[in-house]
């Protein structure tokens, strides 16, 4: 494991609910076209890795697919089987994955590889568990980064948050551009043929106060900015969130936030 990887399962340690609750709802969104990306049909044996609350897998299984989904925090597989009917869950981490070579006709992995220390490992592990001739899908962030994503930055620096330059980050030569062009390359580079990319668009509906449930909780980058922040820098981003979200709010006080993913897939050989 890199030095990345053991910050992601400090950061993910306890925090399934919290996330279910605020970032998962955002995360559920461009679950069908990945399960379409990877070809996901009924019988299909499909392999959801990163699962968390287990929402791809729930929507696999609904597709009559034989669904495995595996996650590198325990509180998330808890989490999946108590609000999952269907679905083996167990514990397992990239980029090593405890199951055969070629075992599964499909491996998806959604906003996972961004939180991982070396992505072109963890997609090359995702190939090896996959049939020759299946699929593996993921989906990532783009960068530059939509104005949801964009906010929690905006919201730290307009609060006057100091500089951190001691979070962890992928290592230069491990990492890979956020836009289509890198992302087909790292999963080209691991191995996978026939590589395409769509850029999903869409507004995240969400009421202001469970949104800002996330970060206050630890989750996401505000989350991370936040984490042992004085209770002065929190109330003054707090304001700042509120300020910058009021041109997303509707007559309902709901926020609608523009955002967009990267799906992407390739086949295996
Ligand atoms: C942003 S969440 C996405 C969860 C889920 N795929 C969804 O769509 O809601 C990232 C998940 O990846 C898990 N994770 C992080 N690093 C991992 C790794 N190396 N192997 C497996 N899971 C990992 C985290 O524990 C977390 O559940």
């Known amino acids: 494991m890199t030095t990345f990887d053991h910050h992601e399962r400090e950061r993910w340690a306890g925090r399934a609910e919290a996330y279910t609750r605020s970032f998962g709802r955002l995360c559920a969104y461009p679950a069908q076209a990945l399960l379409d990306a990877a070809q996901v049909a009924a019988g299909a044996r499909v392999l959801d890795v990163g699962t968390g609350p287990g929402t791809v897998a729930a929507l696999a299984a609904a597709r009559g697919a034989a669904v495995t989904a595996v996650d590198a925090e325990a509180s998330m597989i808890v989490w999946a089987r108590a609000l999952r009917a269907e679905g083996r869950?167990?514990?397992?981490?990239?980029?090593?994955?405890?199951?055969?070579?070629?075992a599964f006709d499909a491996a998806v992995a959604n906003f996972v590889i961004n939180h991982v220390g070396d992505p072109r490992?963890?997609?090359?592990?995702?190939?090896?568990?996959?049939?020759?001739?299946?699929q593996v899908a993921v989906t990532i962030w783009p960068h530059p980064l939509?104005?949801?994503?964009?906010?929690?930055?905006?919201?730290?620096?307009?609060?006057?948050?100091?500089?951190?330059?001691?979070?962890?980050?992928?290592a230069a030569e491990r990492n890979f551009d956020r836009t289509p062009e890198g992302l087909t390359g790292l999963l080209r580079g691991a191995g996978l043929d026939a590589v395409r990319c769509e850029t999903l668009s869409w507004v995240h509906r969400t009421d202001p106060e469970q949104w800002w449930a996330g970060p206050e909780a630890g989750i996401g980058q505000l989350g991370l900015l936040l984490d042992?922040?004085?209770?002065?820098?929190?109330?003054r981003s707090r304001d700042a969130y509120d300020r910058l979200t009021d041109r997303y709010r509707g007559p309902d006080g709901q926020l609608g936030l523009p955002t967009a993913a990267l799906v992407a897939a390739g086949r295996t050989r």
């Open 121 to 134: 490992a963890a997609v090359t592990e995702l190939r090896r568990v996959v049939r020759p001739g299946g």
């Open 146 to 170: 939509p104005p949801l994503q964009r906010l929690w930055r905006q919201a730290y620096e307009a609060a006057g948050g100091p500089p951190r330059l001691d979070l962890p980050q992928v």
């Open 228 to 235: 042992g922040a004085p209770a002065d820098l929190r109330r």
């Open 89 to 102: 869950f167990a514990r397992a981490a990239l980029p090593l994955l405890p199951f055969a070579t070629g």
